[in-house]
Structure formats: C-alpha cells, structure tokens
C-alpha cells in the first residue's frame, strides 16, 4: 500500500482526564489517517457462534481491518452499555442507540459490547494482558458516583 510509513500514537493521561480521547481520534479520523490493525483475536472472542452459519463471514468481517478494542468502568457498565449499544440486529431500529443511529444490517452492526459480567470477564481477558489494564481514579469520578 503506498503511504504506509507508520507512527505509534498515545492519548496521554491529561488528555483521558480530561475527557479528549474521541476528539484526538476524530481529529486523526477526520484528518484522513488511517488505524491500523490491532488485533486477530476474532475466532476466539466469538467462539460461543462457531456453529452458526454466518460465523466464517463474521469471522472474515472482523479480520479484515483494524478494530478498536477498550474496556470500560462503572455502575453496570455492562447492562448499561448494552442499552446504549441497542439491538444486535439495526433493522429492528431503536433511535438514539449506536447501530439504531448508524448502521442497517446485522453483519455490519459497528459497535461490540459484552452481554454479561461473565462474558466481560472473559472476553477483557482475552484482549487484554492484566498489566495493560490501569487502575487508575478520574478527576470526575466524585462528580459522577455518590
Ligand atoms: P451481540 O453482538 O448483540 O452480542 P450475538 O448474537 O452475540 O449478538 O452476535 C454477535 C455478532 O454476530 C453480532 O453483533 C453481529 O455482528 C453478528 N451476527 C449476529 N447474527 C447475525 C446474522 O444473522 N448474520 C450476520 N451476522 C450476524
Ligand atoms: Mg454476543
């Protein structure tokens, strides 16, 4: 691919603090940049839908570019998410949701999340090293929990 020098980009902890990580990124998205893939960790993250038969193009989909993976914190950040995530399937369409603003087909839903705390767990863990994951207070969290 032409123009495929390369660099490694960190938003730092003023810039999480502050809450500047998805201006950082769009401002990269927007300025025509590419991401580069990060992981192929996909057979494995969705193994539980191995005997589907849209589990080899789903597999195929996943891999074929970069993802974004993240792991999240807070109070029920998994049912919550999965609320604000919508449904699987964007043609059964709920406005204001991420897929029901966003996308149109189920095989091109744009946005994972967790269905439990179990599959959280295991799923963190396979993305993740432990060490990666940093523990750390963010200078709203007494604005935002009691
Ligand atoms: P979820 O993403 O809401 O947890 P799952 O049933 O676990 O839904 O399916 C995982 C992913 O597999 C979906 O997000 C979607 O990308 C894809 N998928 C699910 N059902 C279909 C289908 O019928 N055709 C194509 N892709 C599908
Ligand atoms: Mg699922």
Known sequence: M???????????????QRG????????L?????RLVKSEELLKQHYIDLKDHP???GLVKYMNSGPVVA??????????????????????EPKPGTIPGDSCIQ???????????????????SLWFKPEELVDHKSCAFDWIDE
């Open 70 to 91: 993240m792991v999240w914190e807070g109070l029920n950040v998994v049912q919550t998410g999965r609320l604000m995530l919508g449904e699987t399937n964007p043609a």
């Open 29 to 33: 998205e927007q300025k025509g940049f």
């Open 106 to 124: 189920v095989g091109r839903n744009v946005i994972h999340g967790s269905d439990s705390v179990q599959s959280a767990e295991k799923e963190i």
């Open 20 to 27: 500047l990580v998805g201006d950082n990124i769009k401002r």
């Open 54 to 56: 849209f589990y080899p």
């Open 2 to 16: 032409a123009n495929a020098e390369r660099t490694f980009i960190a938003i730092k902890l003023d810039g999480v």
